[in-house]
């Protein structure tokens, strides 16, 4: 069975500073993708970034980076310049692409709090 | 291009009711994927359907609990004989393909039982 943990169940950022949030996993899947998803007071859940398992190269977009840590099963997110936009939680999810049925497994969240 | 739709947003029941909610997927999808976010908690798989059928229901409840995904029409998950560990938000999620990169989310139906 996959599993997902995350370990922080809240973080403080000043603004413009740089915050890492944490994600590990464990997974029978051959083949995966991890995410990370950012979910605001509105509820909706936004795609942050993703990872496609059989690439080395950390994925990156704009302020938003992971540190992929295949072998041991790490997947932190790096969120740099953070803005009072990114305050919200962020979930860290994994999906396996080799048991035909693609469902995410999230992990438990982390509340992101960003200080003016 | 409208993304997943669904509906109501918010729906109140008391013990007993029934509870009906409806998933529109963007369009173009034929995958849908249910999850159930409980208070302060990540989300849960519940059910995975494609036109007509369900692949995957190892997340749902035992009993109460159903899905449906017809060949016309949203996806309906319905919920009998609500209790209040019932209340919840829960999500719709679709995507193109079984093995997409992406499965995009609906708003959320939040359901309050009273």
């Known amino acids: 069975a996959q599993t997902v943990t995350q370990s922080q169940p809240e973080m403080s950022v000043q603004e413009a500073e740089t915050v890492t949030l944490s994600c590990t996993y464990d997974?029978?899947?051959?083949?995966?993708?991890l995410f990370w998803y950012k979910q605001p007071p509105s509820r909706q859940m936004i795609l942050v970034i993703r990872q496609e398992a059989y690439k080395q190269q950390n994925a990156t977009e704009n302020r938003f980076s992971v540190n992929f840590q295949k072998a041991a099963k790490s997947f932190s997110l790096k969120i740099s310049d953070s803005q009072l936009g990114d305050a919200a939680m962020y979930f860290c999810?994994?999906?396996?692409?080799?048991?035909?049925?693609?469902?995410?497994?999230f992990g438990t969240g982390t509340r992101l709090k960003v200080l003016a | 291009n409208a993304g997943v739709m669904q509906n109501p947003r918010h729906l109140v029941r008391r013990r007993g009711q029934e509870a009906r909610l409806r998933c529109s997927p963007m369009?173009?999808?034929?995958?849908v994927y249910w999850y159930r976010q409980l208070p302060e908690e990540g989300l849960k798989f519940m059910v995975y359907l494609q036109k007509e059928n369900i692949i995957d229901e190892s997340g749902m409840p035992k009993e109460r609990f159903s899905a449906e995904f017809p060949k016309e029409g949203p996806s309906i998950l319905r919920i009998q004989q609500v209790v209040r560990g019932d209340s919840a938000a829960y999500f719709c999620a679709s995507s193109a393909t079984g093995a997409s990169l992406e499965q995009y989310f609906g708003p959320g139906t939040r359901l309050t039982v009273t």
């Open positions: 369009k173009g999808h034929s995958h």
């Open positions: 997974t029978s899947e051959s083949d995966y993708y």
């Open positions: 999810a994994h999906q396996g692409t080799t048991s035909g049925t693609y469902k995410y497994i």
